[in-house]
């Protein structure tokens, strides 16, 4: 019989995207997504389209903040892997309505605490966020370093819901792992990211804003190499303290708790300039900018390291930039005619 894993936010982004592996490797999958409109719903409805016609899928439609409607679609799929990746996400978005951050990352986060509390998966899996890391200046960014100075709201929501997690994992005993994403990339990606807008911006023949007058640098994350680490950390379940036996260098590993924090980046921080001409070089041409200040709660570099996952899993993400940009340029044209 075919484990079942519950995912959230399975019309988003990277939702699609894990949802679409776990129904290759033959996992029943129910995906619950409240469509919402922060970026074009017929983008999402065409993920959740492509879903629907595969089977071992079931959507629901419905909110996290509906405690009521959660829960329900929770108790109903019975899985035994929960994976939360729907979130108000964007961090200048937060800027703008930082409310919705409350409602979806916080209020929604405890209704699905509350959800998994009930069901007791083997394993409950959390998306969280680089952001967390906020003003740390040591590079790369390890998952023991400290992440008590967030940025913005949107970094802070995600901080509490590891904290939240942790909480429930210790009062509950729910194996839990949190995942800290870098800058994630790829096919079918949202529309906020800055690869998406700079390609949409250079085929319409528009200038693209280049923030901090390009001196910046990101993890830039593969998709595809961000729901295979998932996947595999799928397997990797927190154990009890009194289970946990001698602790990996660097864990992260509660001393009071089935719980662990894990990045999932590329190890490899790219310049925005050398990202932009990877962009140029896909498109076939070169791109007009327009040079800006640094935006208010953005930070000049971020970089993973990798080695937790890659002790717990045996992999490191590790997809070529100019490559997944070729590819998510490639989708583009196809999927907007262009």
Do not use: C
Not at 42 to 51: F, G, I, M, N
Not at 146 to 151: K, M, N, Q, S, V
Not at 264 to 283: H, K, T
Not at 310 to 330: K, M
Request: hydrophobic share 45%; aromatic share 10%; proline share 5%.
């Amino acid at each position: 019989m075919s484990r079942t894993v519950f995912v959230t936010g399975s019309a988003g982004f990277i939702g699609f995207h894990l949802a679409r592996l776990l129904l290759d490797e033959g996992f029943r999958v129910v995906g619950y997504d409240g469509m919402t409109d922060y970026y074009d719903v017929e983008l999402k409805a065409r993920r959740q389209q492509q879903l629907s016609q595969r089977p071992g899928f079931h959507g629901v439609e419905a909110m996290l903040e509906d405690m009521d409607a959660l829960s329900r679609a929770v108790a109903e799929a019975r899985p035994d892997v929960i994976v939360h990746l729907a979130a108000q996400a964007g961090v200048r978005y937060s800027l703008e309505n930082p409310r919705a951050y409350v409602e979806s990352n916080l209020v929604g986060s405890f209704n699905l605490l509350e959800a998994a509390r009930e069901a007791a998966p083997a394993h409950l899996m959390m998306a969280s966020t680089s952001s967390v890391y906020g003003a740390n200046r040591q590079l790369p960014f390890r998952e023991t370093d400290h992440a008590d100075h967030p940025l913005t709201l949107y970094a802070a929501t995600k901080k509490a819901n590891e904290a939240m997690a942790h909480s429930y994992a210790h009062l509950w005993g729910i194996p839990t792992t949190m995942f800290r994403f870098f800058t994630v990339y790829g096919p079918w990606g949202r529309p906020d990211m800055a690869l998406f807008k700079f390609v949409r911006a250079a085929l319409a023949g528009e200038a693209i804003d280049v923030y901090n007058h390009g001196d910046m640098a990101r993890d830039f994350t593969h998709v595809g190499d961000l729901v295979r680490g998932i996947r595999l950390l799928m397997d990797v379940v927190p154990p009890a303290p009194d289970d946990a036996g001698p602790p990996l260098d660097g864990d992260t590993l509660s001393p009071v708790a089935p719980h662990r924090t894990v990045n999932i980046g590329n190890g490899n921080m790219v310049r925005l300039g050398d990202f932009i001409a990877a962009i140029e070089a896909a498109l076939g041409f070169e791109v007009a900018k327009n040079f800006m200040d640094m935006q208010k709660g953005d930070v000049p570099a971020t970089w993973a390291s990798s080695g937790l996952l890659h002790d717990l899993t045996g992999f490191r993400p590790e997809t070529d930039v100019a490559a997944g940009v070729r590819e998510f340029v490639d989708w583009y044209r196809d999927y907007y005619r262009v």
